[in-house]
């Protein structure tokens, strides 16, 4: 299964699990999945603003992340209907969810793992205050995880390629028995 293929069937998985949930577990992941996308949103309100920065650096942090879009960051898209990244594999290095101008999803919907990045250049340039409040803010993004996969009882905080190459291991821990058998 390559890339494209691997995209398509994790995006065919998570919404057909995301469809099937009962309203119940639908709504209590919707209430993690709003704090999930503000937090992230201030995450990146803290931590960007240093365009010049980036420029120079090239985007050294967004290259090889095919990795990064998770199980969860895909349900917080499917939460909001929001339209889906189309990822482009052939654009190696680059990130497939990328483009020149950068990262083609809004901050509130990007990869946790890009969200929680601070690289040093950046840290370096960080105000006392706003390094402080990062700490909590990434605290409750990770609890944020934890609290959907044990009420899905599903490895949600996975990459959703790797889930989508095994799916057994969502399979065997479903208990709404949400997912189709291949
Ligand atoms: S966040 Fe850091 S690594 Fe990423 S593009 Fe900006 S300077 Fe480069
Ligand atoms: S998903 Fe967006 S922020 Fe993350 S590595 Fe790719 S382009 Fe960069």
Redesign the pocket.
């Known amino acids: 299964m390559n890339d494209q293929e691997a995209w398509r069937r994790g995006v065919r998985f998570m919404d057909e699990f995301h469809g099937r949930l009962p309203r119940h577990a639908r709504e209590q992941l919707g209430g993690l999945l709003t704090g999930y996308r503000r937090h992230k949103r201030e995450m990146l309100t803290l ?2 603003g ?1 365009h010049a ?10 290259l090889n992340g095919k990795y990064r879009f998770s199980g969860l960051d895909l349900l917080a898209l499917l939460d909001q209907q929001a339209p889906l990244p189309a990822p482009d594999f052939n654009q190696k290095p680059l990130c497939p969810y990328g483009d020149a101008g950068g990262c083609r999803m809004e901050p509130a919907f990007r990869p946790l793992d890009c969200v929680l ?6 840290e370096g340039v960080l105000e006392e205050r706003a390094a402080s409040a990062l700490a909590p803010l990434e605290q409750e993004l990770r609890r944020t995880v934890q609290q959907a996969e044990t009420l899905l009882e599903q490895p949600l905080g996975r990459p959703l390629l790797l889930l989508a190459e095994h799916p057994g291991d969502m399979a065997r821990l479903a208990t709404y028995s949400i997912l189709p058998s291949r």
């Open positions: 931590t960007t240093s920065i980036c420029r120079d650096c090239g985007g050294q942090c967004c990045f601070i690289c040093g250049a950046i």
